[in-house]
């Protein structure tokens, strides 16, 4: 399983309901072309910042009714997308917020920092999800942010060393200096007792906002709702792997093989089919799944 920054769409599904796989997909290539700019080329920041400022002005062609400058088909199809389900822009331009912060901030203070960018990054993702399909009430907005802002935290957990390679470190600076975890460890991937007990710390704290915000899956209707059941188990089964891997994330990066998929499968259809919000890590040592 890929957790990255915009490959949580459900681009395309069988799981989706056809009528919503083109407006999904058209919000998923405007926020990957978003995200290209940020990580994609070898273009200076104050480019990307100049590519980004083009793609801000897209937003505003959607938001007043004009053609756009650059990339005028994608934007128009947007315009078609929010016009025809009555979506806010917020989330747009949260979202190119998020991206021009990615462009300078490449460390993060303190764990509120970190959540007040997964706030702009990921959790408007989930909101346009919830207005396409006409349940965007405030409970599921508040569990789509917990799920959406737990993919994020999961993602960065997976990539810690091609963030780095990037410049950047998301696992804040405060819960690194807690557990004696220095820049020049994870630049030379070594996992030591102190390592291991901030992942422990950093994997946690990611389990227990998916938890927190996993009831979701069971109140969103049909198969909406089952790939969402999906999601939060493929997410939770990401982190059992960083586990077993004793938090070495270094040596190789952690993904799921297909004996993983069948333990979420599993684990997806008996919590849509009770109905229950069985989403507890089981025990490592216990589970040999």
Known sequence: MEVAHYENF?????LLPRALRAPV???????????DIVDEGDWSPTERH?????????????AHGREARVHPTLFAKLADVVRAHGLSMRPFYDLASAFAQDIDVVRYTDRIDLLDFCRRSANPVGHLMLHLIGEATPENLADSDAICTALQ???????VSADYRRGRIYLPQADRERFNVTEAQIAAGIVDDGWRALMRHEVGEARALMVSGASLALRLPGRFGFELCGVVHGAL???ERIER???????????LAGSDWAVVLYRTAAMRL????????????SNNA
């Open 245 to 255: 891997a004793d938090y070495d994330v270094f040596t190789a990066r952690p993904t």
């Open 50 to 62: 100049e590519r980004l400022a083009d793609f801000r002005d897209g937003l505003d062609a959607v």
């Open 153 to 159: 935290l999961v993602t960065f957990l997976q990539d």
């Open 10 to 14: 459900p681009v395309a599904s069988v």
């Open 25 to 35: 997909g058209v919000i998923y290539h405007v926020a990957r072309t978003a995200d």
């Open 237 to 239: 089964r990401l982190l």
């Open 274 to 285: 009770s109905r229950r919000l069985s989403v507890r890590a089981p025990s490592i040592k």
